[in-house]
């Protein structure tokens, strides 16, 4: 084929259909060419005209042409294939809907590589090629490929903007120079934009150097929140990080904002075409923007500085009201417990199957092998004991009324065992729970499985008083008067919770009392 001269490529061969080379081709009435599948899936979209139309000339047949195919051509297209015909460009040099199209391109449209200033045309690689080529293209300014070229031609005079209005702030054709902006004060679009690149230079100076600056800020107050998690209280840690952590959020965003307009600056100093440059530069857009951020870092430790202060009076109030709390007695008469009186329920999800609950969850029965609750990952499994559902912390009283042979009165953490072996999750036989065991004549204090002989009167009506905070644990006999039992001093590490374990015989009882 080269010998003959013949210049040919894919695209005097391709199907106006599928853009790509023929395949099994047919020549139609009218002398256009199409892929056989590619003209018949054509047609028989066609079938209820009962009128077929070639999709080039739009000539239109009746009946349906029968289809033969072009052995001629179809041996052509083969010999081409052979002798190196340039195969069809990929499917991502192709224009798609956010790419900048060829406005050459007959057919499919390529991608455009380069817009012309002067043309205002957008080519792609081959028919930019003219442009290379000839000298008649030499004073062109080829730019990237831009979608507002049209932006460019002046609406009153249809002329290209190369001028630029400084009284009016707008770009002008060199008509409008000499007619409605004939006594404004008017430059080249090009000077105005050198001026205009000097401005955003040092807008980005400006930018780089804030980013610095709120850097050291964020680095500063990493190193401040550094030294609280070294040194400070763990009442002022908690509290004074999640402060400073505040304080970093502004300089951080600001970091961001700034990136983000050093970025568009950057993007617009790249910006070829001066009128594109013009129309998207605005200086007080800019400015403004950084402006409003206040460059002072010690107000950041100004503020850090008055929360560690602050935090530190509060801690004091604190601990100060922990020792009033430690120097107060403990209650003596019934009012003064009355003050600390707690209302209690007990937790069914806690409550052991032999367990009947009563009285809104105040009261507990022991009914052996009744099983009243199904499973729960709270339940006892081995004694019959019950927790409460509310948790107890400060100062604490309540009242449990008994009957039967025994019971347990105790408080508990949370974690206690609640299976496994019978000293993991029995009261007073584990680390985790304090107990009294009260009898007909005698009474036992048990913790960690270590029991303390205790004297006092028989009663029914037991009383129990809770410092959390003090680490104290009383226990009482009430009748017409109050007989302490038994006093705790130890630490509490956790909220606890009361507890009951009935003993013994079948109708036991135990209930939180009302002691207001």
């Not at 401040?224 to 009442?235: R, V």
Request: with cysteine; charged share 25%; glycine share 4%.
């Amino acid at each position: 084929m080269a010998q003959r001269g013949v210049q040919l490529d894919w695209k005097t061969f391709s199907c106006s259909i599928c853009l790509d080379l023929l395949k099994d081709p047919v020549t139609i009435p009218c002398g256009h060419s199409y892929c056989m599948n590619c003209i018949k899936s054509h047609w028989d979209g066609e079938d209820e005209k009962e009128i077929y139309s070639c999709p080039q000339c739009r000539k239109t047949f009746t009946p349906r042409p029968v289809l033969v195919k072009n052995t001629m051509l179809a041996d052509l297209v083969e010999e081409l294939k052979k002798s190196g015909l340039p195969a069809a460009p990929a499917d991502h040099c192709y224009a798609g809907p956010d790419d900048v199209a060829c406005d050459v391109c007959s057919r499919r449209k390529l991608k455009a590589t380069k817009s012309c200033l002067i043309c205002l045309v957008s080519y792609c690689d081959e028919h930019l090629q003219p442009h290379y080529q000839s000298s008649a293209f030499g004073r062109h300014k080829l730019v990237e490929p831009s979608k507002k070229l049209q932006e460019n031609i002046c609406s009153q005079h249809d002329e290209v903007m190369k001028m630029f209005c400084r009284t009016d702030q707008q770009s002008i054709c060199y008509l409008c120079s000499v007619d409605q902006h004939k006594d404004h004060h008017t430059v080249s679009a090009a000077a105005e934009r050198t001026e205009r690149q000097k401005e955003l230079e040092g807008s980005q100076l400006n930018i780089q150097q804030r980013i610095q600056d709120r850097q050291k800020d964020v680095k500063l107050l990493q190193q401040e929140l550094e030294a609280i998690n070294h040194s400070a209280d763990k009442t002022v840690e908690d509290t004074e990080v999640s402060r400073v952590k505040e304080l970093q959020e502004k300089p951080q965003q600001e970091i961001s904002e700034l990136k983000r307009k050093e970025a568009e600056l950057k993007k617009l100093s790249h910006t070829e075409d001066h009128n594109q440059f013009l129309q998207n530069y605005s200086v007080s857009q800019f400015s403004e923007s950084t402006s409003n951020i206040n460059i002072n870092s010690p107000q950041y430790f100004e503020g850090a500085t008055a929360a560690v202060s602050e935090v530190r009076d509060e801690l004091q109030d604190v601990m100060k009201e922990k020792l009033k709390n430690l120097s107060q007695p403990e209650p003596r008469t019934r009012l003064e417990f009355l003050k600390y009186s707690y209302e209690l329920t007990l937790d069914p999800n806690t409550a052991n199957e032999d367990l009947l609950l009563s009285k809104g969850n105040r009261k507990a029965t022991l009914e052996i092998r009744h099983r009243f609750y199904g499973n729960h990952p709270y339940r006892f499994n081995s004694c019959c004991q019950v927790l409460s559902k509310e948790s107890l912390t400060g100062r604490c009283y309540w009242e449990v009324e008994w009957s039967g042979r025994g019971l347990l009165v105790a408080v508990a953490y949370k974690n206690i065992s609640r299976g496994g072996s019978f000293n993991e999750c029995a009261f007073g036989l584990n680390d985790k729970s304090w107990a009294l065991k009260c009898e007909t004549n005698n009474y036992t204090f048990w913790h960690n499985n270590v029991q303390t002989p205790v004297s006092g009167p028989p009663c029914s009506r037991l009383g129990v008083y809770l410092d959390h905070s003090a680490g104290i644990l009383s226990f009482y006999s009430v009748s017409e008067t109050r007989t302490l039992l038994h006093r705790v001093q130890t630490t509490f590490t956790q909220p606890l919770y009361a507890g009951i374990w009935l003993l013994y015989s079948h109708g036991a009882t135990a209930e939180f009392c009302n002691v207001i």
